[in-house]
């Protein structure tokens, strides 16, 4: 019985060729016909097991190269992706400076004054824009303008109009600045990416004593509480904000789980402020406990401090007392030497 046929030829058997075009005649080599015994049945199995490991073999190489391929598109996407990212993240700063330069030159009035005293270190201590209009160009503006300022305290944007992009406009700057004590942000539009970016920038600020975000939309309506848990994040590690308000920013039990657990490792927060939320009563209970222990805490340092002041003036008291008498120990003796003096130039002369 013939062992070879069409299915069990080998993928190197030479195949030849007569002749050209569609009159060409293909055929391949003959090939030996043994007959059926052990040995040519062994001699088959290898023969077929050599076919089916060059299969593998192939469709290994096909696999890897594709896969080698996929990746190598994929790296050019992310780099044509990078590229294209850097490219818009240039357009919108040239953009952004564009409208800086337009604005300076055209800026006038109340908030043209005031950026221009921030930026020589004369504004006022506490400044409030009330009854000035704001668009995010004049929010950049000002947000660099408080970034090095070192006269300026408290400032009011409540009831602005602002936005996510000013919101991190706002909190790039408390990265930097090292003066702001209080910040007030209440009935804006700041959502997620502000609060986000805002307590991002608590982490590093040492020097924010008040922020206030009441109003605002720091959850999408309830919806999202990622920038709560950003702020409890925040907490953990801020030792100087002293008051947060939160309220009337649909803050639900899902974001006071997290507070709650802030709270147990602040000890200087003596405000957070939660009214008008969703929080369960408990999560306010355990919240106003760690309160009330600060507010103790802080009151007990503050009388300390006075008692320390109270005995630093009494000791500066006593030595101002000291010194007044040892002048005019000085003097006195000073006069008398110089009435001594006198009587001895006087028996001199005569």
Same mark, same amino acid.
């Given at each position: $019985?013939?062992?070879?046929?069409?299915?069990?030829?080998?993928?190197?058997?030479?195949?030849?060729?007569?002749?050209?075009?569609?009159?060409?005649?293909?055929?391949?080599?003959?090939?030996?016909?043994?007959?059926?015994?052990?040995?040519?049945?062994?001699?088959?199995?290898?023969?077929?097991?050599?076919?089916? %490991?060059?299969?593998?073999?192939?469709?290994?190489?096909?696999?890897?190269?594709?896969?080698?391929?996929?990746?190598?598109?994929?790296?050019?996407?992310?780099?044509?992706?990078?590229?294209?990212?850097?490219?818009?993240?240039?357009?919108?700063?040239?953009?952004?400076?564009?409208?800086?330069?337009?604005?300076?030159?055209?800026?006038?009035?109340?908030?043209?004054?005031?950026?221009?005293?921030?930026?020589?270190?004369?504004?006022?201590?506490?400044?409030?824009?009330?009854?000035?209009?704001?668009?995010?160009?004049?929010?950049?503006?000002?947000?660099?303008?408080?970034?090095? !300022?070192?006269?300026?305290?408290?400032?009011?944007?409540?009831?602005?109009?602002?936005?996510?992009?000013?919101?991190?406009?706002?909190?790039?700057?408390?990265?930097? !600045?090292? #003066?702001?004590?209080?910040?007030?942000?209440?009935? /804006? /539009?700041?959502?997620?990416?502000?609060?986000?970016?805002?307590?991002?920038?608590?982490?590093?600020?040492?020097?924010?004593?008040?922020?206030?975000?009441?109003?605002?939309?720091?959850?999408?309506?309830? #919806?999202?509480?990622?920038?709560?848990?950003?702020?409890?994040?925040?907490?953990?590690?801020?030792?100087?904000?002293?008051?947060? !308000?939160?309220?009337?920013?649909?803050?639900?039990?899902?974001?006071?789980?997290?507070?709650?657990?802030?709270?147990?490792?602040?000890?200087?927060?003596?405000?957070?402020?939660?009214?008008? !939320?969703?929080?369960?009563?408990?999560?306010?209970?355990?919240?106003?406990?760690?309160?009330?222990?600060?507010?103790?805490?802080?009151?007990?340092? %503050?009388?300390?401090?006075? $008692?320390?002041?109270?005995?630093?003036?009494?000791?500066?008291?006593?030595?101002?007392?000291?010194?007044?008498?040892?002048?005019?120990? $000085?003097?006195?003796?000073?006069?008398?030497?110089? $009435?001594?003096?006198?009587?001895?130039?006087?028996?001199?002369?005569?």
């Amino acid at each position: $019985r013939a062992l070879a046929d069409d299915d069990d030829l080998d993928d190197d058997q030479e195949e030849h060729t007569v002749g050209e075009g569609t009159t060409a005649l293909h055929f391949l080599a003959p090939v030996e016909v043994l007959p059926q015994t052990a040995r040519t049945e062994w001699l088959q199995k290898q023969k077929e097991e050599r076919r089916r %490991r060059r299969i593998e073999e192939r469709e290994e190489r096909r696999k890897q190269k594709e896969a080698d391929e996929a990746k190598e598109r994929r790296r050019k996407a992310q780099q044509k992706e990078i590229r294209q990212q850097k490219e818009r993240e240039r357009e919108l700063q040239d953009r952004r400076r564009r409208e800086e330069e337009e604005q300076r030159e055209k800026m006038e009035g109340g908030l043209g004054q005031i950026i221009a005293q921030l930026q020589k270190n004369e504004s006022e201590r506490d400044i409030s824009f009330v009854g000035i209009d704001l668009g995010s160009v004049q929010v950049r503006l000002l947000a660099k303008a408080l970034e090095n !300022n070192t006269t300026c305290e408290s400032i009011d944007l409540s009831r602005k109009g602002l936005n996510d992009e000013d919101g991190v406009a706002l909190a790039e700057m408390l990265k930097v !600045n090292r #003066n702001l004590r209080k910040l007030e942000l209440e009935g /804006n /539009n700041l959502s997620i990416k502000s609060a986000k970016a805002l307590a991002e920038a608590l982490m590093s600020n040492a020097t924010l004593r008040m922020l206030d975000l009441e109003s605002n939309n720091i959850t999408s309506a309830g #919806n999202d509480q990622t920038g709560v848990v950003a702020f409890a994040d925040a907490l953990k590690q801020n030792h100087a904000l002293r008051c947060l !308000n939160l309220v009337r920013n649909h803050v639900t039990h899902q974001g006071g789980d997290p507070l709650v657990q802030a709270m147990a490792h602040n000890t200087e927060c003596i405000l957070l402020d939660l009214s008008g !939320n969703e929080l369960h009563p408990k999560q306010l209970r355990d919240i106003d406990v760690v309160i009330q222990e600060n507010r103790k805490n802080l009151s007990k340092l %503050r009388r300390a401090e006075r $008692r320390e002041r109270f005995a630093m003036f009494t000791e500066q008291y006593r030595c101002r007392q000291y010194d007044m008498q040892v002048e005019a120990k $000085r003097i006195e003796l000073d006069a008398l030497e110089e $009435r001594r003096l006198h009587r001895q130039r006087e028996r001199w002369t005569s």
